[in-house]
């Protein structure tokens, strides 16, 4: 079974904390030791974990990507939104985590995002759990 | 088991989508519900999901690594290839991808792509499956 | 059961060859066929899978991030090392790689490293094994 997360974003780029929705999900599933596959159906959008405790450092992985992949560069593509395409393929369309003692097993200053680099938009993460053996 | 897709790059730097070779795959491996796993075995090509409607997206991705880690760029590694080590560590080497009803579940936009930066060579993709509940 | 890896990184910068240490724990499982997936619970290190053979590619993948995303950068995030959390977000928190006749199956130039970008420290990987069918 694949669990699908809805998601709001907020202007073009955004790092969008899902760890307590991901969090949620682990615990109604029940699983206790297994693995937390992670899955973004977008190409102008990505899965990113980093440090959530201070907002800065998400603001930073966004100021830095635009500086690097700059919106207005020089590409082809004519929906004009290249620089999203490439930020994403940077940031990946997938994440495992693992399950320990019925939690989602992040480190200690980890948090999971959905990366938004053509937002505002709805957006989706696909989510599937697997039983492993204790 | 682990299957093996045989594909051949063009250029130096090159896209090569295997969306339909891997849809194949897991039409064949008759799971109906499931994860994909891909693996490239390589330390100059590396695998990236990406749209592959309008091909001038591949184009531009290409175009900005080669633009931000250039072929000509000052390295210590002798072999003249160190532009495409790098590249393709931040393609990174796996990919997970789930299979819902028998199918290969990407997004609308989504392909599948074989991400050379040292060719024209010839290359592979490892792919496993694994069966998960309904 | 999910395993702990311990290692200690030098610098500030630092790519740790953990292979070896990866290939030991698969050989301890007994899994003849499987997945081992690498999970790395920090925001300012990441995983990468690429060349060990020559120490030079460990040297040019870790000077070219920092030429592009430069320690002493324009950055909000006050502890100083915003540098170190971008660089990781890009190198990734996790790796699946496949486990065929009870030994991990990398290409054959490819190593497991740890990317330390805010050492040096004491730093875990953690890893888990799934038995897949022959």
């Known amino acids: 079974m694949v669990l699908r997360v809805q998601v709001r974003s907020r202007g073009r780029s955004d790092l969008i904390d899902i760890t307590e929705k991901i969090r949620a999900l682990v615990r109604e599933s029940k699983v206790q030791d297994g693995i937390c596959f992670l899955y973004v159906p977008h190409t102008t959008a990505g899965i990113l974990i980093n440090e ?76 599937k759990f697997l039983v492993t053996q204790k």
């Open 52 to 127: 959530n405790a201070d907002p800065s450092v998400a603001r930073d992985i966004l100021n830095e990507l635009e500086r690097l992949i700059p919106w207005d560069g020089h590409y082809q593509h004519r929906e004009g939104n290249a620089a999203a395409h490439i930020k994403s393929s940077l940031a990946g369309a997938s994440e495992t985590i693992f399950i320990e003692a019925g939690e989602l097993a992040l480190g200690t200053w980890q948090g999971i995002y959905l990366a938004e680099f053509d937002g505002p938009r709805q957006r989706n993460v696909w989510v």
